[in-house]
């Protein structure tokens, strides 16, 4: 084995192997990847190799069709058989709200170019005949779902790493991992010691192993999983192949196996293996077969497919495979760890082991994944994914793998786990809760503690009365909303603004002043909304989306301050509530001496001040496009601060308000948020933020490719609609059409209480831009009329907010 290599990659699953392939692909040399066993000897020998494009996050389902489209290619260089077979597969639904579903899910396709056909039940059982057709209501048909080989493609992507250079060596396990002082990695293996520029963990069943090596605890967890094949059916004996198919209310998913079929269950009573240390000497191996286990799913499945209990089983399989807590892979480089990536809690290593190994290798090559990977960014994950959080989440994931998620529903699993000094006081107060990264947040406010549930749907909820009740507080007198779930920094240090100058597009605030920012990428697209709130010459505060605090952080450590400026992240040690209405000035003022006036303290103004007894730090701003102030406390002071602004606010009318009402009206101000309108595949011209781009400050990153953007205008724009809808309003993902073809899609939508409307916000190519008619948006599968509106419904001159 060499001494030195550019990347050694750990792990010869198809994931790792398609790592080394995608390197190899960019033109890199001198990789090494270092395998304990046999190449696929992990969880990848084992799986039923079937392959779908669906994916809830479009732009995962963008690389899994990536993926599917690459096998031909690989063949092709490698020489290598991957067994690829594609009859399409098919959905089925049992019930109308499934058939829903599988409705959202065409219309989310439609803009991502899938053709997916619906159909019903009859055609269902004609193009699928081992069903009982009186078990479902129709079905969703995709042409491009099939399976592979495993084993085949796993050394297709080896010998096209091998042909394009690589080194593979098997049978040497990486017992270590030591950072070297210049940045690089001595990996220290049973066959000796490699020193690695760069290295990746795509150690599969032992990414979490490989993880502590380095002093990381990654957020992964094995299932067991099982399925099973029958012997051969009389009935498919020269007949063309079987679809695949989703049986959801069996949570089976089948396919054909020779003569034979496979099926597979996601059961509820999934069962985690290893859940602390994953034994080394696990190596090509198999679980004991647990039939009683999936009993449940099977009773339905020789139900639904009567035919399969007509003959025996021929073969069981019960084998593990690693899951992340939201059940989508953990991508890319680790914060406070040079050169080191990773690649692992990939659950679907044949519809996602393209796409992974692409994205990971652009990253590494050209510092950017060239695509929006939010979704699978390890960064999304915090020091509160520790092991039982992951354990409990990734089992309710698994146990829920089939199951319809409503754009409503909050899930249970993990609960409470992070919360604000508040939280009994907004629970005793009705509050319905949602969770977000651990946090508990209040998303409305019910009459009583009986009532303080919500109903999960498609359609408006029992919560829909309430959030207009809360909404119309906010337009008429004033509300109160927490808004700790903010992320938090703090930077100090002579050279403060000189450093955030470069690293935010807008210009740093004076003293006493708040601006909003977009942070660029070297592309000049959007990583980042804050605002920068500066308390004195020296001391700034950025306040940003709180899912994206460790991203930032990583993205800070390669741009990061120079010596004497300190940045420190500060999310829980402040903690807010806010102030929105046109009483809110009043009531702050009979609680403090400083004068709120607006001629004293106007639009994004910030300052310390006393509230009663309680030192805050106040900025003038509004989310909800009413007069606003967010009040900001350390966490020992936030009961008292609650307690004063609920006695002072009796007067004035003051309603406690959740999320769901904030985010309904910001969209009726047309603002947009973090992961939603702003995400790394927009410029800050096209999603409406150019005017917070400074080009006269200097230089700044990403600010040529932003002026560019400019200058062209971009290729999208973001815009408002009001959708004549019914009951349903949109949620995001719907597609946008116009003249009869899509032509774009919604990032959120919301029914406004304040404008009576409902709407949504999406992104359309912005020569389209100018028109104002021929839209329709597709809700539930049935094209409503939309109207763009040229500008926001809710008072787009912000007099409300600025008066
Ligand atoms: C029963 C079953 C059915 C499945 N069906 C499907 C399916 O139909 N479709 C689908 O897409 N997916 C399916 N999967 C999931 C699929 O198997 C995984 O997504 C995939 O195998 C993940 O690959 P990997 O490369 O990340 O992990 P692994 O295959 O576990 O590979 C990791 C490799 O790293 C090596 N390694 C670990 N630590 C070290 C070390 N310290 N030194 C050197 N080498 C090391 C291991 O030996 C191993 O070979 C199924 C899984 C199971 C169990």
């Known amino acids: 084995m060499k001494s030195d290599a550019r990347v050694v990659v750990i792990g010869g699953g198809v994931v790792g192997t398609s790592v080394l392939y995608h390197l190899t692909k960019a033109g890199w040399k001198d990789l090494l990847l270092i395998e304990r066993g046999e190449l696929t000897c992990g969880s990848t020998w084992h799986a039923a190799g079937g392959m779908h494009t669906l994916n809830g996050d479009p732009n995962v389902a963008r690389l899994q069709q990536y993926t599917i489209n690459l096998y031909k290619e690989l063949e092709r260089i490698s020489g290598q058989s991957c067994g690829l077979h594609m009859p399409g597969g098919i959905m089925l639904a049992g019930t109308r709200e499934r058939f829903d579903w599988l409705k959202m899910a065409q219309a989310r396709g439609r803009y991502l170019g899938m053709e997916l056909e619906l159909i019903s039940a009859e055609e269902a059982a004609r193009v699928f005949p081992i069903i009982d057709r009186k078990y479902f209501v129709g079905a969703l048909l995709d042409p491009i779902e099939g399976h592979i080989d495993p084993y085949g493609v796993t050394h297709a992507y080896a010998k096209a790493a091998q042909i394009g250079g690589a080194q593979i060596v098997r049978h040497n396990r990486v017992v270590d991992l030591k950072a070297r002082a210049d940045g690089s990695w001595d990996v220290i293996t049973e066959g000796g010691t490699v020193r690695a520029e760069q290295v990746v963990n795509a150690a599969g069943l032992w990414a979490r192993e490989v993880g502590r090596m380095v002093g990381l605890e990654l957020p992964v967890l094995a299932m067991q999983h099982q399925y099973l094949i029958t012997e051969d059916l009389p009935s498919l004996k020269g007949q063309k192949e079987l679809l695949t198919a989703i049986d959801f209310e069996g949570e089976i998913y089948t396919r054909q196996e020779r003569g034979g079929v496979l099926l597979g269950t996601y059961e509820r009573a999934g069962v985690p293996w290893s859940p602390t240390e994953t034994p080394w000497d696990f190596t090509q191996s198999l679980l004991p077969e647990d039939l009683e286990r999936i009993a449940p799913s099977l009773e339905v499945g020789f139900r639904h497919f009567p035919t399969l209990a007509e003959v025996g089983i021929r073969k069981v399989v019960n084998g593990p495979f690693t899951f992340a807590p939201d059940g989508n892979p953990l991508v890319g480089p680790i914060r406070g760890l040079r050169n080191f990536w990773v690649a692992c809690g990939v659950m679907a290593g044949f519809s996602q082991g393209g796409g992974v190994g692409l994205t990971l290798s652009q990253w590494m090559v050209e510092g950017d994944p060239g695509a929006d990977v939010w979704a699978m960014d390890v960064a999304r994950y915090g020091d509160w994914a520790t092991l039982a959080y992951t354990n409990a989440k990734v089992r309710e994931n698994y146990s829920r793998r089939f199951c319809i998620r409503f754009p409503n529903e909050e899930l249970p699993a993990a609960r409470p786990l992070r919360t604000t000094p508040v939280y009994e006081r907004l629970q005793a107060a009705h509050a319905v809760f949602g969770e977000y990264c651990g946090l508990e947040h209040p998303l409305w406010f019910a009459h009583s503690a009986k009532e303080a549930h919500e109903d999960i749907t498609f359609h408006r909820s029992n919560a829909h009365p309430h959030v207009a009740a809360e909404c119309r507080a906010v337009h008429e007198a004033v509300g109160l909303l927490e808004i700790s779930n903010y992320g938090k920094f703090e930077v100090t240090g002579a050279g403060a603004e000189e450093w955030l100058a470069r690293v935010m597009a807008n210009r740093v605030p004076k003293v006493g002043r708040i601006a909003l920012t977009p942070m660029l990428n070297e592309r000049g697209k959007l990583i980042g909304d804050f605002t920068m709130s500066r308390l004195t010459e020296q001391r700034i505060f950025l306040i940003c989306t709180w ?159 932003a002026l560019e953007e400019q200058q062209s205008g971009g290729a999208l724009r973001l815009v408002t609609f009001t959708i004549d809808a019914r009951d349903a309003d949109a949620a995001g993902d719907e597609p946008i059409w116009h003249d009869s073809r899509v032509v774009g899609w919604v990032t959120s939508g919301a029914y406004g209480h304040r404008t009576q409307r409902s709407l949504a916000l999406g992104y359309i190519p912005a020569p389209l831009a100018a028109a104002t008619e021929g839209f329709e948006i597709e809700l539930l599968g049935e094209r409503r009329r939309a109207q763009r509106e040229s500008a926001a419904v809710l008072d787009p001159a912000g007099t409300r907010m600025r008066g």
């Open 547 to 705: 899912a994206a605090e460790v991203y930032y952080r990583r993205w800070f450590e390669r741009h990061p301050p120079p010596t004497g400026v300190t940045l420190r992240p500060c999310a829980m040690e402040y903690v807010g509530l806010s102030l929105a209405g046109p009483r809110a000035r009043a009531l702050l003022q009979g609680l403090t001496r400083t004068d709120l006036s607006s001629a004293a303290f106007p639009f994004l103004s910030f300052r310390g001040m006393d509230i009663g007894m309680i030192p805050a730090l106040v900025g003038r701003i509004s989310f909800t496009g009413e007069l606003g102030y967010e009040i900001w406390v350390t966490s020992e002071y936030q009961r008292a601060l609650y307690d004063l602004l609920i006695a002072e606010g009796r007067a004035h009318g003051l309603r406690l308000v959740g999320g769901r009402a904030l985010n309904t009206m910001r969209i009726e101000k047309s603002f947009g948020t973090w992961a939603r309108e702003y995400r790394p595949i927009y410029g800050p011209h096209e999603a409406g933020l150019g005017r917070f781009v400074d080009f006269d400050k200097g230089d700044f990153i990403g600010r040529a490719a």
